[in-house]
């Protein structure tokens, strides 16, 4: 009997498991710029969408203009706050009397909310334009 093959490939649970990873390296150090939980949660969001990507190989032509670019808007827009939740959870789990995150910091990030769905759009429609060459 054969093994059931996993949908998703090796190459990108190794990606999840070393984006993981670093994050638990990350979450101990006393860090208080905005570029890592950025970095993290873009990194999430990218990987995230290579898997929509490949699960949504097999879309038919008209639903192509609307899965990408749906997809992408959710996307982009979780960005920030995926960021914004890694500033808290990291806050809550120092514990300290001063947080590593300041109030503004947060209110900063969650700001780019509409830009990063603006660009996960963007991203959603250039997909949707390299999908449609196949298509009749």
């Given at each position: 009997m054969k093994p059931a093959q996993s949908p998703v490939p090796l190459w990108l649970r190794a990606a999840y498991f070393i984006l993981g990873t670093g994050l638990l390296f990350w979450l101990p150090i006393e860090d208080t710029g905005l570029t890592s939980p950025l970095l993290f949660a873009g990194g999430a969001g990218v990987l995230v969408g290579v898997h929509a990507w490949l699960r949504f190989a097999a879309t038919p032509c008209l639903a192509i203009w609307?899965?990408?670019?749906?997809?992408?808007?959710?996307?982009?827009?979780?960005?920030?706050?995926l960021a914004?939740?890694?500033?808290?959870?990291?806050?809550?789990?120092?514990?300290?009397?001063?947080?590593?995150?300041?109030?503004?910091?947060?209110?900063?990030?969650?700001?780019?909310?509409p830009w990063g769905a603006a660009a996960g759009l963007a991203g959603g429609l250039a997909a949707s334009l390299w999908?449609?060459?196949?298509?009749?």
């Open positions: 609307t899965r990408y670019p749906a997809s992408g808007m959710i996307l982009g827009g979780a960005i920030p706050l914004g939740f890694l500033m808290v959870f990291k806050n809550g789990l120092h514990a300290h009397g001063f947080p590593d995150f300041s109030p503004d910091d947060l209110g900063r990030l969650l700001r780019w909310t999908r449609q060459k196949g298509c009749p």
